[in-house]
T-cell receptor, first 113, second 110 residues
């Protein structure tokens, strides 16, 4: 069955703009989590959605937001982009929330110039 | 958020067993121990997880100390494809970890 699909794979944006990233989870998976990976900070948790509700949230400013649709697809949005937002954004899906196996996509590489 | 400590890097010969250690002395009773690995230019890949008992799957084994303050990921026969960064993380009942840490970079040589 198809894995986690993230689009687009690469993105270049200008400071001050906003960006929306998309994640399609594995069929049947209802939990979607988002992570930011940078060389300096490593892999950091942004938020998790389950059944269209945000269940958990990491330590990121309000510029980072997300949502989940009824088909479990998820989007994350970053407003007023800063140079420091340049990172690999990863999405992971699980059958359910909690301590289960998570399947990651290949990520979206965002570069802010 | 409970923290884990892993060596920065380890090296192994191909076809030999590899023992990747992880210390988590502040683990709470409800924290699960998860291992993921990340190959270059890919997203992390689930390896194994456990709570108290040792766990085995097709990829690896997880040995958890009796006091749960440390654990070891065992790759029974390393292959070149096992070269990756291995992350040991703790997830509470909510099922998420704030940060994966730096992990252990495993080098496998032929």
């Amino acid at each position: 069955k198809a894995g986690v699909t993230q689009t687009p794979r690469y993105l270049i944006k200008t400071r001050g703009q906003q960006v929306t990233l998309s994640c399609s989870p594995i069929s049947g998976h209802r939990s979607v989590s988002w992570y930011q990976q940078t060389p300096g900070q490593g892999l950091q948790f942004l938020f998790e959605y389950f059944s269209e509700t945000q269940r958990n949230k990491g330590n990121f400013p309000g510029r980072f937001s997300g949502r989940q649709f009824s088909n479990s697809r998820s989007e994350m949005n970053v407003s007023t982009l800063e140079l420091g937002d340049s990172a690999l954004y990863l999405c992971a899906s699980s059958v359910q929330t909690g301590n289960t196996e998570a399947f990651f996509g290949q990520g979206t590489r965002l570069t802010v110039v | 958020d409970a923290k884990t400590t892993q060596p920065n890097s380890m090296e192994s010969n191909e076809e030999e067993p590899v023992h990747l250690p992880c210390n988590h002395s502040t683990i709470s009773g409800t924290d699960y121990i998860h291992w993921y690995r990340q190959l270059p230019s890919q997203g992390p890949e689930y390896v194994i997880h456990g709570l108290t008992s040792n766990v085995n799957n097709r990829m690896a084994s997880l040995a958890i100390a009796e006091d749960r303050k440390s654990s070891t990921l065992i790759l029974h026969r390393a292959t070149l494809r096992d070269a990756a960064v291995y992350y040991c993380i703790l997830k509470g009942q909510s099922g998420y970890a704030l940060n994966f840490g730096k992990g252990t970079s495993l080098l496998v040589t032929p």
